[in-house]
């Protein structure tokens, strides 16, 4: 995933490799990836974590069928990253 910063700068995140199961649905993935985003963001995280985040949450909501019900809670990603916002270099 990308995401322009301004004029200067393309912020990217790399595939999250999460071990948990096979792609079962991808419906709602986008809504997903763009709500951590905006959340991360409000929580204070920079662009670069917030991303990271955003995919890995993503990423999770692939393995469960259907859209909002399977996105991940913040009690998921906190489990793999730590609180809201201090997710700056806790991603692979």
């Not at 790399?14 to 709500?35: E, F, H, Q, V, W």
Request: proline share 5%; hydrophobic share 45%; aromatic share 6%.
């Amino acid at each position: 995933a990308t995401w322009r910063c301004g004029a200067e700068r393309v912020v990217a995140a790399p595939d999250a490799s999460i071990a948990g199961g096979p792609i079962i649905d991808t419906t709602g993935a986008g809504d997903c990836l763009a709500a951590w985003f905006i959340a991360e963001t409000l929580c204070g995280a920079d662009p670069v974590a917030a991303l990271r985040s955003a995919v890995t949450a993503a990423t999770l909501s692939c393995l469960a069928a259907g859209a909002q019900p399977a996105f991940p809670t913040r009690t998921t990603l906190d489990g793999l990253y730590g609180a809201c916002g201090s997710t700056v270099g806790k991603v692979a």
